[in-house]
């Protein structure tokens, strides 16, 4: 057979197989171009169309601010100058040689969008060191206006009724056994956390609103809208729920175009907002108050609020307003305040005194707690040198509606302190204190403490001297507590002795059927905490002032006396009397032991 010429060879022909040398195997052909979709003008609308799809997603999700001065924006229109480059290499056909001929093809596409991602770029890169805070230091310690304050002029001693008693923490304890009370509510809704401190009709409370349990029951219930409220009344520790006639439709729990975020962005699309706050007016309507944000240094710097959208929870109907209604409480949020008060302490002597020398500089205590002063809630910190934090200066006051702020020099014991002083006073009882509030009592400037038991609820009271933090008292109600506190300022020579005495508040009284009793030793007297069948409070009862309570039996029928306005579950007694002794039981007979 002849495979000279390769005919029937399995070498092919030459001697190679498919007639192709070994050293030219596997070699792979001219890659075709792909063609581009129709002409430019068909191409820039398909990129166009799929740019402007994905940026109405993009916004609808996400809700970038349409403002300069948010970061947001930049990566909003950085997002869609990629998303058109990428779709217009796809319409075009992917054409060029290697990477610099992909570089020159994607420039001569994306000519328009390269150069705006460039400008857009360049913005942010000049707004950023123009806020840089080494360059604008005098600039951030302007942001909060602080003036001097008179202690014992600008605070007046506050009246029980005003002293706020719980904190976050409490009031949400409370209202989550409230809203388990309520059993056509409890399997549907949930409460959002976030509890809000006002002023409602004179009176501190906290207000929150419902939300959905979850996406199904919102299905089965968005049409009636959030039901009710929540009001925890700081006093007296009074949990309500306040049904509405119709339900709330417009919150930060609600899905699509009823979500408040949402709202916003669609009726403000330049705004930029901080957190929403939940308030109540004086009749009870609830609204959402959304502080407007602004930056006030460079493009990204100085943090400021200039007004705010009032947005009703029930209509969804809102306005914006550059000074807002004074039923507002809540405008300027702590966080805010604290931050912009601790630009004033480093730097309002200059930003190299804040590393080198640190001459008055100061900043804020960790922590903070409100006061309601003439229908406004101020904010409270302490204020400590940077070079200690042993021991406060003075503290802050600020309204959170108008950010006025005042600093009170009052050196002394930080919170923690404080709150170190008050728990070992009744260490026995393993009660956790609260972030302390400052208060006047005899123009001394006091931290009152609350002290909670296991439970989460408000036990008994404490009062701590903050010059003097080794001054401290306590009390199972409010008035025993400044008692004893004003006995120990006179004691200490800080009162005269006439000033000790405190105007005992009205009293009132309650008669029943002792239902427990229970005692303890207190500053070394012993007190009998009776509750009457029916209530859920207790009377605390000093033995030393009332023997009778000594010999008293769970049935025993009795006539306590209270102080008016005393508002934890724990009421200060001022007498008992016995009314009728519980029936005696009768004696075992041998009789009655055979029959049984």
């Given at each position: 057979?002849?495979?000279?010429?390769?005919?029937?060879?399995?070498?092919?022909?030459?001697?190679?197989?498919?007639?192709?040398?070994?050293?030219?195997?596997?070699?792979?052909?001219?890659?075709?171009?792909?063609?581009?979709?129709?002409?430019?003008?068909?191409?820039?609308?398909?990129?166009?169309?799929?740019?402007?799809?994905?940026?109405?997603?993009?916004?609808?999700?996400?809700?970038?601010?349409?403002?300069?001065?948010?970061?947001?924006?930049?990566?909003?229109?950085?997002?869609?100058?990629?998303?058109?480059?990428?779709?217009?290499?796809?319409?075009?056909?992917?054409?060029?040689?290697?990477?610099?001929?992909?570089?020159?093809?994607?420039?001569?596409?994306?000519?328009?969008?390269?150069?705006?991602?460039?400008?857009?770029?360049?913005?942010?890169?000049?707004?950023?060191?123009?806020?840089?805070?080494?360059?604008?230091?005098?600039?951030?310690?302007?942001?909060?206006?602080?003036?001097?304050?008179?202690?014992?002029?600008?605070?007046?001693?506050?009246?029980?009724?005003?002293?706020?008693?719980?904190?976050?923490?409490?009031?949400?304890?409370?209202?989550?056994?409230?809203?388990?009370?309520?059993?056509?509510?409890?399997?549907?809704?949930?409460?959002?956390?976030?509890?809000?401190?006002?002023?409602?009709?004179?009176?501190?409370?906290?207000?929150?609103?419902?939300?959905?349990?979850?996406?199904?029951?919102?299905?089965?219930?968005?049409?009636?809208?959030?039901?009710?409220?929540?009001?925890?009344?700081?006093?007296?520790?009074?949990?309500?729920?306040?049904?509405?006639?119709?339900?709330?439709?417009?919150?930060?729990?609600?899905?699509?175009?009823?979500?408040?975020?949402?709202?916003?962005?669609?009726?403000?699309?330049?705004?930029?907002?901080?957190?929403?706050?939940?308030?109540?007016?004086?009749?009870?309507?609830?609204?959402?108050?959304?502080?407007?944000?602004?930056?006030?240094?460079?493009?990204?710097?100085?943090?400021?609020?200039?007004?705010?959208?009032?947005?009703?929870?029930?209509?969804?109907?809102?306005?914006?307003?550059?000074?807002?209604?004074?039923?507002?409480?809540?405008?300027?949020?702590?966080?805010?305040?604290?931050?912009?008060?601790?630009?004033?302490?480093?730097?309002?002597?200059?930003?190299?005194?804040?590393?080198?020398?640190?001459?008055?500089?100061?900043?804020?205590?960790?922590?903070?707690?409100?006061?309601?002063?003439?229908?406004?809630?101020?904010?409270?910190?302490?204020?400590?040198?940077?070079?200690?934090?042993?021991?406060?200066?003075?503290?802050?006051?600020?309204?959170?509606?108008?950010?006025?702020?005042?600093?009170?020099?009052?050196?002394?014991?930080?919170?923690?302190?404080?709150?170190?002083?008050?728990?070992?006073?009744?260490?026995?009882?393993?009660?956790?204190?609260?972030?302390?509030?400052?208060?006047?009592?005899?123009?001394?400037?006091?931290?009152?403490?609350?002290?909670?038991?296991?439970?989460?609820?408000?036990?008994?009271?404490?009062?701590?001297?903050?010059?003097?933090?080794?001054?401290?008292?306590?009390?199972?109600?409010?008035?025993?507590?400044?008692?004893?506190?004003?006995?120990?300022?006179?004691?200490?020579?800080?009162?005269?002795?006439?000033?000790?005495?405190?105007?005992?508040?009205?009293?009132?009284?309650?008669?029943?059927?002792?239902?427990?009793?229970?005692?303890?030793?207190?500053?070394?007297?012993?007190?009998?905490?009776?509750?009457?069948?029916?209530?859920?409070?207790?009377?605390?009862?000093?033995?030393?002032?009332?023997?009778?309570?000594?010999?008293?039996?769970?049935?025993?029928?009795?006539?306590?006396?209270?102080?008016?306005?005393?508002?934890?579950?724990?009421?200060?007694?001022?007498?008992?009397?016995?009314?009728?002794?519980?029936p005696a039981l009768p004696a075992a007979t041998p009789e009655s032991g055979a029959a049984a």
């Amino acid at each position: 057979m002849d495979f000279s010429n390769g005919a029937g060879s399995p070498f092919g022909v030459n001697g190679f197989p498919n007639g192709v040398p070994f050293g030219q195997q596997g070699t792979p052909s001219p890659r075709k171009p792909r063609k581009p979709i129709g002409n430019a003008v068909t191409r820039t609308l398909i990129n166009l169309g799929v740019t402007l799809a994905v940026g109405l997603v993009w916004f609808y999700l996400e809700l970038p601010a349409l403002n300069l001065h948010s970061e947001d924006f930049y990566l909003f229109v950085l997002g869609l100058c990629a998303v058109y480059c990428v779709c217009a290499v796809i319409t075009s056909g992917f054409q060029g040689e290697g990477i610099r001929g992909y570089f020159t093809f994607l420039r001569k596409q994306c000519t328009i969008p390269f150069f705006l991602a460039i400008a857009l770029i360049v913005i942010a890169l000049v707004g950023s060191v123009a806020g840089w805070v080494p360059l604008r230091a005098n600039a951030y310690a302007k942001l909060l206006d602080v003036q001097a304050g008179d202690f014992a002029q600008d605070i007046e001693e506050i009246s029980y009724d005003q002293i706020p008693m719980l904190d976050a923490a409490s009031a949400s304890q409370l209202g989550s056994r409230k809203l388990g009370e309520l059993s056509d509510m409890v399997s549907q809704f949930e409460i959002l956390p976030t509890y809000s401190q006002i002023n409602y009709q004179n009176r501190p409370v906290r207000v929150t609103s419902l939300r959905y349990g979850d996406l199904v029951k919102w299905f089965t219930n968005r049409s009636n809208g959030l039901p009710a409220y929540l009001v925890i009344d700081m006093v007296t520790q009074d949990a309500e729920v306040v049904r509405l006639d119709e339900g709330m439709k417009y919150t930060t729990a609600e899905h699509f175009s009823r979500n408040l975020y949402r709202l916003l962005r669609f009726q403000y699309p330049t705004m930029m907002f901080a957190d929403p706050v939940f308030e109540i007016d004086d009749d009870g309507t609830p609204y959402w108050v959304c502080p407007r944000m602004v930056k006030t240094i460079g493009l990204f710097g100085g943090t400021d609020i200039h007004g705010a959208v009032l947005v009703n929870a029930v209509t969804g109907e809102s306005a914006y307003y550059e000074e807002v209604p004074s039923w507002v409480d809540r405008v300027y949020s702590a966080d805010l305040i604290i931050e912009q008060y601790d630009y004033y302490g480093r730097y309002h002597n200059g930003f190299l005194n804040s590393i080198f020398g640190q001459r008055d500089v100061t900043l804020t205590t960790e922590g903070y707690n409100y006061i309601a002063i003439d229908d406004d809630v101020y904010m409270y910190t302490g204020v400590t040198s940077v070079t200690s934090d042993q021991s406060n200066i003075g503290f802050i006051l600020c309204n959170q509606r108008t950010k006025e702020t005042r600093f009170y020099s009052v050196a002394g014991a930080t919170e923690t302190s404080a709150q170190a002083s008050a728990q070992s006073q009744v260490q026995q009882m393993r009660y956790n204190a609260t972030f302390p509030l400052l208060l006047n009592i005899a123009d001394q400037p006091t931290y009152f403490i609350s002290l909670k038991g296991d439970d989460g609820l408000v036990k008994m009271y404490a009062m701590v001297n903050v010059q003097q933090y080794s001054i401290v008292s306590t009390g199972a109600t409010v008035a025993e507590c400044e008692q004893n506190y004003r006995t120990a300022l006179a004691h200490n020579g800080l009162i005269r002795e006439d000033e000790a005495e405190l105007v005992i508040p009205d009293r009132d009284a309650m008669e029943g059927v002792i239902a427990e009793i229970r005692t303890a030793v207190m500053d070394g007297d012993s007190y009998y905490f009776l509750r009457l069948e029916g209530e859920s409070a207790f009377v605390s009862v000093n033995a030393a002032d009332n023997p009778l309570v000594v010999i008293l039996n769970v049935g025993d029928t009795v006539r306590l006396t209270y102080d008016v306005g005393d508002s934890a579950s724990i009421l200060n007694g001022a007498s008992v009397e016995l009314l009728q002794s519980a029936p005696a039981l009768p004696a075992a007979t041998p009789e009655s032991g055979a029959a049984a």
